[in-house]
């Protein structure tokens, strides 16, 4: 089973902090995703990877950054929290390969004061 | 621009009965298709996919159909058990999203009452 595993299940932050969101994956994917889902909206595309070092703009990176050092390894960064980034965060993996489905952590709520 | 469209919010449905989950779309490009499945504090979950070669694919109880003229497609979940109660994602990729980019609805919440 794949097992895409995000650090933390709640986080609460105040505005203007810098906050990171981890995530591993097990199945040694390619591809690595963010996306943050809000009520009303679906999932939306935040920084996308589909190898190490490499990264490409979603649908709304703005104020966010992120990294991948390593293959199971892909990091979101919130360079200076803000309140209209309270939201659910949700981490996906895939191989590279078209018709291979996305696999989801279990997300972070994270929570700007 | 929503390219993606769940027009219905929630869904009921009776324990036994069918569920017909829809799901429309705008871009004519995009050539594969996915439903999603998502509890309360849990990430999503693939159920079934469809590529735009096929009008219909089963798997179990869940049958996703695609109708690419109307740029619609359709899950169907034969019967509805309560273990059912989730809210539904469809998803679409192709090659102006982006290979690797799906284009997700907004969601169906579907409850399956007992």
């Known amino acids: 089973d794949v097992k895409v595993t995000q650090s933390s299940r709640y986080l609460v932050k105040r505005t203007g902090e810098k906050v990171f969101l981890e995530c591993v994956q097990d199945?040694?994917?390619?591809?690595m995703f963010w996306y943050r889902q809000d009520p009303g909206l679906g999932l939306r595309l935040i920084y996308f990877?589909?190898?190490?070092?490499?990264?490409e703009k979603g649908d709304i990176p703005e104020g966010y950054s992120v990294s991948r050092e390593k293959k199971e390894r892909f990091s979101l960064i919130l360079e200076s929290a803000s309140t209209n980034q309270t939201s659910m965060y949700l981490c996906?993996?895939?191989?590279?390969?078209?018709?291979?489905?996305?696999?989801f952590g279990d997300g972070t709520r994270l929570s700007i004061l | 621009d929503q390219q993606v469209k769940q027009n219905s919010p929630s869904l009921s449905v009776q324990e036994g009965r069918i569920s017909i989950l829809n799901c429309d779309y705008t871009n004519s490009m995009f050539d594969y298709f996915l439903w999603y499945k998502k509890y309360p504090a849990e990430g999503p979950t693939f159920l079934i996919s469809i590529s735009s070669i096929k009008d219909k694919n089963e798997d179990g109880r869940f049958t996703v159909f695609l109708n690419k003229s109307a740029k619609h497609l359709s899950l169907h979940i034969v019967p509805s058990q309560p273990g059912d109660s989730a809210v539904y994602f469809c998803?679409?990729?192709?090659?102006?999203?982006?290979?690797?980019?799906?284009?997700f609805g907004t969601g169906t919440r579907l409850k399956v009452l007992a």
């Open positions: 199945m040694d994917h390619e591809n």
């Open positions: 998803a679409a990729s192709g090659a102006t999203s982006g290979t690797y980019k799906y284009i």
């Open positions: 996906a993996s895939s191989f590279p390969d078209s018709n291979q489905p996305q696999h």
């Open positions: 990877s589909y190898d190490v070092k490499m990264k």
